[in-house]
C-alpha cells in the first residue's frame, strides 16, 4: 500500500501496564439422596473473566469512502496492540443424576442450561469469528456471544454388566455408552476479507475478515438446510467506506448428536489369563454433524455447509489380558 509512498510493515506494541488475566468462579448446588445409590443434583454455576488478552488496530482510521483514506499515524500502515481489555460472564443451570453401581449399572446424566459472553473469545481467529474488532476505537460493541457459547447440552454415559452372571453360558458381558446431545455454537457473518468495504484497512491479527455487513431482518430458518442454513436475503452490502451494523455472533450453527456405544465380552482362559473382544460404535445412528456454513457476503457459497464431521464407524478389536 502506497500513502504516498510505501508504508513500512504492521507494527505490534504491548499494553504499558499489561496485566495477568484472572478468572473467578462461584457456584451453589443442591443434592438429594435417591435410595441408596442414587442422587440428584441442581445448581447454579457462574464465573467471570477479567484483564483477558485481545488485541485491536490502533492506527485504523475512521471509515471513509476518500481514496486513499490515511492513517492516523500515515508513517505506520495497521498498529497491532496486545491489551489485558477483554472481559467474560458464564451463567449456567446444572442438573446431575448419578448412580453408582447397582445391579452391574452405573450411570451418569447431566443437563447444562447456558450463556457465556465476551468481546474477545481468543487472541487468534477461529472458525466461526475472527475475534478482532471491526471497529477498533469501539471494542464494547464486540461484547457477544462467546464462539463457544451453547445454550443446551444433554449427556448420558454408562456401564451395564448383562444380566449373565458367573458360572451361565453367555456371562462376562457389558456394554458401555456415551450419548452428547447439544445445541450450536454462533457464528459472526462478515464481507469477503478481500473486500475492504470500510476503507480502513487490514489487520495481519484480524485475518482481513473483520468487516461485516447490514443486517435487515432476522435471518434465521425455521426449516434450516446444508444449502441454505440462515437466510442469505437478510444481509447486505453496507455503503462504501462505512462499517455493517450486524453484531457479532448473531447466527447459530448447526447442533450436535452422537451416540458412541461399546459391547465388551471377557472370557477367562485360565487363571491369570483373560481374552477380550470389543465391538465399538462411533455415531452409531450416523447423523451427520454438520460444520459451520460459509459466512462470507459475496462468496458463491454464502450460507452453504459444505462438509461435516465423521460418519458412522465400527471397529473390533481382540486383547489379551495377563
Known amino acids: ?24 468462579h462461584w457456584n451453589l ?14 445448581g447454579y454455576v457462574g464465573s467471570k473473566g477479567t484483564r483477558l488478552l485481545s488485541a485491536r488496530d490502533i492506527n485504523q482510521p475512521l471509515p471513509s469512502p476518500r481514496d486513499p483514506n490515511p492513517r492516523p499515524v500515515p508513517q505506520f500502515d495497521d498498529i497491532n496492540i496486545l491489551e489485558s481489555r477483554s472481559n467474560s460472564t458464564y451463567n449456567a443451570f446444572q442438573a446431575r443424576f448419578q448412580q453408582r453401581l447397582d445391579s452391574g449399572l452405573s450411570l451418569l446424566a447431566s443437563y447444562t442450561c447456558a450463556r457465556s459472553l465476551d468481546d474477545a473469545s481468543s487472541f487468534f ?8 474488532p471491526q471497529d477498533s476505537s469501539n471494542t464494547h460493541a464486540e461484547h457477544a456471544r462467546s464462539n463457544f457459547d451453547v445454550r443446551h447440552r444433554v449427556s448420558l454415559a454408562y456401564s451395564y454388566d448383562l444380566p449373565f452372571g458367573r458360572g451361565r453360558l453367555w456371562g462376562g458381558w457389558q456394554t458401555y455408552g456415551l450419548l452428547s446431545f447439544q445445541t450450536g455454537r454462533p457464528f459472526t457473518v462478515a464481507l469477503l476479507s ?5 476503507n480502513t484497512g487490514r489487520s495481519i491479527l484480524g485475518f482481513g475478515a473483520n468487516d461485516r455487513p447490514h443486517v435487515l431482518r432476522d435471518p434465521r430458518l425455521s426449516n434450516p438446510t446444508p444449502d441454505r442454513w440462515f437466510d442469505t436475503t437478510a444481509f447486505g452490502l453496507p455503503p462504501r467506506g462505512s462499517f455493517g451494523n450486524a453484531g457479532r455472533n448473531i447466527v447459530d450453527g448447526p447442533g450436535y448428536q452422537t451416540v ?22 462411533f455415531n452409531l445412528l450416523n447423523r451427520p454433524n454438520l460444520d459451520l456454513p460459509d459466512i462470507f457476503l459475496g462468496s458463491p457459497s454464502f450460507g452453504r455447509i459444505s462438509s461435516a464431521q465423521a460418519q458412522r464407524r465400527l471397529q473390533f478389536g481382540l486383547k489379551v489380558l495377563f
Open 260 to 281: 458412541n456405544l461399546s459391547l465388551v465380552k471377557d472370557t477367562a482362559v485360565r487363571e491369570g489369563l483373560t481374552v477380550q473382544f470389543r465391538a465399538e460404535a
Open 194 to 198: 478481500e473486500f475492504d468495504n470500510s
Open 1 to 24: 500500500r502506497f500513502f504516498p509512498v510505501q508504508l513500512p510493515s504492521s507494527a505490534l506494541a504491548y499494553q504499558r501496564d499489561l496485566r495477568s488475566p484472572y478468572i473467578q
Open 29 to 42: 448446588n443442591v443434592q438429594q439422596k435417591l435410595g441408596r445409590t442414587r442422587v440428584l443434583e441442581a
Open 125 to 132: 481467529s477461529s472458525a466461526g469469528d475472527p475475534n478482532f
